[in-house]
């Protein structure tokens, strides 16, 4: 168990244009996800925290206003990165916690985003 | 994050040799998350350390974290190509806080 996918697994788009990341947990209800960015050969960013039915908590640097995240369900979280510009290329990872009383995460296949 | 270091960086061992990758944390560890990833992929779980002393293994590999909780080993035996990746360590530095990674030991397996 503890299965979470992510969609796409990459994308490429064009400067300017905004891109949605689904992040589910497939066998579990997750009431915490959490959105990180790894860029390359570097180890996880964590951008931020986002809870079931509640605004995400951000960390400090990440600009809410860019990276929209949305908690919908005990299932899904979605990452949008509107207007989207070449430095916010990078590999974007979700991943989840079964529930309040765990901490472990487990984490998604990761998606790879160009933006040219 | 400079509350935790991984050591070494970057290991090449022959395949069947024995090694170990080493997380220090600045801080006593409230829990500490071992993973691994491959190149452009997720991070797998591999097991979780939480009571000083703690030691757990998986197949061939073994995790322990120091009785002061500052400190954990991972412990691959007689290691094979299919242990190569990055291996991260996570920490919690406080109950139900973020985790906090290491910057990863990138381990290759020469046959």
């Known amino acids: 168990g503890a299965v979470v996918s992510q969609h796409p697994s990459w994308v490429i788009c064009k400067s300017g244009t905004s891109v949605k990341i689904e992040c589910r947990s497939l066998d579990f209800q997750a009431t915490t996800m959490f959105w990180y960015r790894q860029f390359p050969k570097q180890s996880l960013m964590l951008m931020a925290t986002s809870n079931e039915g509640s605004k995400a908590t951000y960390e400090q640097g990440v600009e809410k206003d860019k990276f929209l995240i949305n908690h919908a369900s005990l299932t899904l979280s979605t990452l949008t990165v509107t207007s989207a510009h070449p430095e916010d290329s990078s590999f974007y990872i979700c991943?989840?916690?079964?529930?309040?009383?765990?901490?472990?995460?487990?984490f998604g296949p990761g998606t790879r985003l160009t933006v040219l | 994050s400079q509350e935790l270091e991984q050591s070494p960086q970057s290991l090449i061992v022959q395949e069947g040799k024995n090694l170990t990758i080493n997380c220090t944390s600045s801080?006593?560890?409230?829990?500490l998350y071992w993973y691994k990833q491959k190149y452009g992929e997720g991070l797998i779980f591999l097991m979780m350390?939480?009571?000083?002393?703690e030691e757990k293994s998986h197949e061939k590999i073994t995790a322990k974290l120091d009785e002061k909780k500052q400190q954990s080993s991972l412990h691959i035996t007689a290691s094979q190509p299919s242990h190569a990746g990055i291996y991260l360590c996570?920490?919690?530095?406080?109950?139900?806080?973020?985790?906090?990674f290491g910057q990863g030991t990138r381990l290759t397996i020469n046959p």
């Open positions: 350390l939480q009571k000083g002393g």
């Open positions: 801080k006593t560890l409230y829990g």
């Open positions: 991943s989840a916690k079964r529930g309040p009383s765990t901490d472990t995460q487990y």
């Open positions: 996570g920490a919690l530095l406080r109950r139900a806080q973020k985790l906090v």
